[in-house]
Nanobody
C-alpha cells in the first residue's frame, strides 16, 4: 500500500540541481519524521537524510553540503534539494516516514520506517 508519493525525478545533466518532493493524500506529513533513501540496482537502499517534525535534520556524510531537506509551509510536503548533481546521485529516491526523532542512525536505517512511497527515478547524464 502506497502511503507516500514522491515526485520531481527525471533526467538531469551533471552539475544541475533538482528538487524532489514527498507528500501524502492520507495524512499530514508534519506529524512524522520523514527520511529520504536512494537505491540503485544491485545495492542496498542507502539513507540520505531525515527531518524531524521540529525541523531538525541529519545527512549522510556522502551528501553533506549538496543535499538539503526541508518541510513545506503547507505542512504536507518534504523536499530534498540536490545541487551539483553527479553520476553518483543517480538512483531511485524514496521517501519514508515514522514517528520518531531524526538522528544519524534513523537517517541511515530503512528498516526503522513503516511508511513508504514508490520512489522517483533520478538519472544523471549529459
Amino acid at each position: 500500500q502506497v502511503q507516500l508519493v514522491e515526485s520531481g525525478g527525471g533526467l538531469v545533466q551533471p552539475g544541475e540541481s533538482l528538487t524532489l518532493s514527498c507528500t501524502s493524500s492520507e495524512f499530514m506529513l508534519d506529524r512524522y519524521l520523514i527520511g529520504w533513501f536512494r537505491q540503485v540496482p544491485g545495492k542496498e537502499r542507502e539513507g540520505i537524510s531525515c527531518i524531524s517534525t521540529s525541523g531538525g535534520a541529519h545527512y549522510a556524510d556522502s551528501v553533506k553540503g549538496r543535499f538539503s531537506i526541508s518541510r513545506g509551509s503547507d505542512k504536507n510536503t518534504v523536499t530534498l534539494r540536490i545541487d551539483t548533481l553527479g553520476a553518483e546521485d543517480k538512483g531511485n529516491y524514496y521517501c519514508a516516514g515514522r514517528s520518531s526523532v531524526c538522528s544519524a542512525v534513523v537517517a541511515a536505517r530503512s528498516n526503522l520506517y513503516h511508511l513508504w512511497g514508490q520512489g522517483t527515478q533520478v538519472t544523471v547524464s549529459s
